[in-house]
């Protein structure tokens, strides 16, 4: 099991919520951090602070956290109270330095409370982009722990709107915060098949003998969601669907995907490889694209339909892309990386289609893949011809399966969350984005935004129903880019 946080007597830990009275840090942050506390992962020393502008009751305060919580016991639920117990609440302005000053008196105050000479203190800012910067230079100047105590700050995607703006953000966090402070957080990288990934490529010989373009034609990585905007398309539109999903967790799916063997698991060494891989995609055109937004279905209102969304809006809510990256290992393998918002299901998953067999003797021989089912029934198994049982000698595609659910019934899955703040206690990075590695990524995506978005733009998203697969020209799409699918074939986890 991994070490308790803060084991030593001599060391304090205090945690604190930025943003703490919206829905992130209720419906996340604050569950994960109970997951946490109670996997006795957060030393029984550690305090949680609260912060925000709205002027709540500690009381009250401590009730919005418990109602997003789930217990499944007696003894849970009694957990959940001495949680409760360690989560305070301070109000206070963003921009403003006095209600700083208050906030570190607050922590002082806890922090003399116990023996620990050491003081540590995290800030997570679960906070809407436009007060990052205030917030964190408030934290900087008014809320730092004294040397040899450590600070660590944590930022909620979006980085930015493009490459200029993700600049402008990371020269303002470097003003005051040193790289090596802050961690990024992408909660796609915390769930327990995207950490899988690497274990799979790196950990397994008949894996990596053909993780190469002699072997593999092609690699999806998809995200499907079933809901649509739900009265916040105001907010979407103002990103649409590529800054949301494909920019950052989809293309840091395609970088671990991708990357070579690291030197070792040490965090820079394992953000070297997926760099260079980024480094080898050139930009994204309208060429590469395929962009949907969603319709009504008659029951279900469309995305145009949504009171909060402008007036005649053109933002996507579907986009498929194919990537090439320009390395001898991947040279002319396509990643085709989709996403979209009213689909038919709720999927994230990685498929990766091999090459056509060379010199087939068989009919009717479908290509091989192996599936990595990110969510939900998370799963990794591998499609292969096989010959129908009984006196037939006709091939069948069947599977070679491992689905968690069977396999690791009896372990819990934790939340992706829960995972990268263990992680950003423990001070490791390997799962947070760098700045360079989020330089790179934009500038494969800010020609295309800049395309779609302008004033005088004549780019239109091919409609769909709400609840279908999504745009009708997707199967052309990808069959141009190399997919295969087999007709007929449909897997189930519980088969």
Same mark, same amino acid.
């Given at each position: 099991?991994?070490?308790?946080?803060?084991?030593?007597?001599?060391?304090?830990?205090?945690?604190?919520?930025?943003?703490?009275?919206?829905?992130?840090?209720?419906?996340?942050?604050?569950?994960?951090?109970?997951? &946490?506390?109670?996997?006795?992962?957060? +030393?029984?020393?550690?305090?949680?602070?609260?912060?925000?502008?709205?002027?709540?009751?500690?009381?009250?305060?401590?009730?919005?956290?418990?109602?997003?919580?789930?217990?499944?016991?007696?003894?849970?639920?009694?957990?959940?109270?001495?949680?409760?117990?360690?989560? %305070?609440?301070?109000?206070?302005?963003?921009?403003?330095?006095?209600?700083?000053?208050? &906030?570190?008196?607050?922590?002082?105050?806890?922090?003399?409370?116990?023996?620990?000479?050491?003081? +540590?203190?995290?800030?997570?800012?679960?906070?809407?982009?436009?007060?990052?910067?205030?917030?964190?230079?408030?934290?900087?100047?008014?809320?730092?722990?004294?040397?040899?105590?450590?600070?660590?700050?944590?930022?909620?995607?979006?980085?930015?709107?493009?490459?200029?703006?993700?600049?402008? $953000?990371?020269?303002?966090?470097?003003?005051?915060?040193?790289?090596?402070?802050?961690?990024?957080?992408?909660?796609?990288?915390?769930?327990?098949?995207?950490?899988?990934?690497?274990?799979?490529?790196?950990?397994?010989?008949? &894996?990596?003998?053909?993780? +190469?373009?002699?072997?593999?034609?092609?690699?999806?990585?998809?995200?499907?969601?079933?809901?649509?905007?739900?009265?916040?398309?105001?907010?979407?539109?103002?990103?649409?669907?590529?800054?949301?999903?494909?920019?950052?967790?989809?293309?840091?799916? $395609? %970088?671990?995907?991708?990357?070579?063997?690291?030197?070792?698991?040490?965090?820079?060494?394992?953000?070297? /490889?997926?760099?260079?891989?980024?480094?080898?995609?050139?930009?994204?055109?309208?060429?590469?694209?395929?962009?949907?937004?969603?319709?009504?279905?008659?029951?279900?209102?469309?995305?145009?339909?949504?009171?909060?969304?402008?007036?005649?809006?053109?933002?996507?809510?579907?986009?498929?892309?194919?990537?090439?990256?320009?390395?001898?290992?991947?040279?002319?393998?396509?990643?085709?990386?989709?996403?979209?918002?009213?689909?038919?299901?709720?999927?994230? /998953?990685?498929?990766?289609?091999?090459?056509?067999?060379?010199?087939?003797?068989?009919?009717?021989?479908?290509?091989?893949?192996?599936?990595?089912?990110?969510?939900? /029934?998370?799963?990794?198994?591998?499609?292969?011809?096989?010959?129908?049982?009984?006196?037939?000698?006709?091939?069948?595609?069947?599977?070679?399966?491992?689905?968690?659910?069977?396999?690791?019934?009896?372990?819990?899955?934790?939340?992706?969350?829960?995972?990268?703040? &263990?992680?950003?206690?423990?001070?490791?990075?390997?799962?947070?984005?760098?700045?360079?590695?989020?330089? =790179?990524?934009?500038?494969?995506?800010?020609?295309?935004? +800049?395309?779609?978005?302008?004033?005088?733009?004549?780019?239109?998203?091919? /409609?769909?129903?709400?609840?279908?697969?999504?745009? =009708?020209?997707?199967?052309?799409?990808?069959?141009?880019?190399?997919?295969?699918?087999?007709?007929?074939?449909?897997?189930?986890?519980?088969?």
């Amino acid at each position: 099991m991994t070490t308790p946080i803060t084991p030593d007597k001599d060391e304090t830990t205090v945690i604190v919520v930025l943003g703490a009275s919206g829905d992130l840090a209720f419906k996340k942050t604050y569950p994960a951090l109970f997951g &946490l506390y109670k996997n006795n992962l957060l +030393h029984e020393d550690v305090k949680i602070v609260g912060y925000a502008r709205s002027p709540i009751e500690l009381a009250d305060f401590r009730k919005r956290v418990s109602s997003k919580i789930k217990t499944k016991s007696d003894q849970e639920a009694r957990i959940l109270q001495d949680f409760l117990n360690l989560c %305070t609440y301070v109000a206070g302005k963003y921009d403003e330095e006095a209600s700083f000053k208050r &906030l570190n008196a607050y922590i002082e105050d806890i922090e003399e409370a116990h023996s620990g000479a050491v003081k +540590h203190r995290v800030f997570y800012m679960a906070l809407p982009p436009s007060v990052f910067i205030p917030a964190s230079e408030g934290i900087r100047k008014s809320c730092y722990a004294p040397h040899p105590g450590t600070n660590r700050l944590v930022v909620e995607k979006p980085f930015g709107k493009d490459l200029q703006s993700s600049k402008e $953000l990371g020269i303002a966090l470097a003003q005051h915060w040193a790289e090596d402070e802050i961690y990024r957080i992408d909660h796609y990288l915390g769930k327990e098949m995207v950490k899988n990934l690497m274990v799979l490529r790196f950990a397994n010989v008949f &894996l990596g003998a053909i993780w +190469h373009r002699f072997y593999i034609n092609n690699v999806q990585i998809t995200f499907k969601e079933k809901i649509g905007t739900e009265g916040r398309g105001g907010y979407f539109d103002e990103f649409g669907i590529i800054r949301d999903i494909m920019q950052n967790h989809l293309l840091q799916i $395609l %970088t671990i995907i991708a990357m070579e063997k690291p030197v070792s698991l040490d965090a820079e060494d394992v953000r070297n /490889e997926k760099v260079k891989v980024l480094r080898c995609i050139e930009p994204l055109t309208m060429d590469d694209v395929l962009l949907g937004q969603y319709v009504t279905d008659g029951k279900t209102p469309g995305y145009r339909d949504d009171p909060t969304v402008p007036k005649g809006s053109n933002t996507p809510t579907f986009a498929a892309a194919v990537f090439y990256i320009n390395n001898e290992r991947w040279d002319g393998v396509p990643f085709i990386l989709k996403c979209g918002k009213a689909l038919e299901n709720q999927k994230a /998953e990685v498929r990766i289609q091999f090459q056509d067999v060379p010199g087939n003797i068989y009919s009717d021989v479908a290509r091989n893949e192996l599936v990595i089912r990110v969510q939900p /029934e998370e799963s990794v198994y591998i499609k292969m011809m096989n010959k129908q049982p009984g006196l037939s000698a006709a091939t069948t595609i069947s599977e070679l399966d491992l689905s968690y659910s069977k396999r690791y019934k009896d372990v819990p899955i934790p939340d992706a969350y829960e995972s990268l703040i &263990l992680d950003v206690m423990k001070g490791d990075k390997s799962n947070f984005v760098r700045d360079d590695e989020l330089d =790179a990524a934009w500038k494969i995506f800010t020609p295309l935004l +800049h395309e779609i978005e302008a004033p005088k733009s004549k780019i239109v998203p091919e /409609e769909y129903v709400f609840g279908s697969r999504g745009p =009708a020209g997707l199967d052309e799409f990808v069959k141009k880019h190399g997919y295969h699918r087999p007709a007929g074939y449909h897997y189930s986890a519980n088969l």
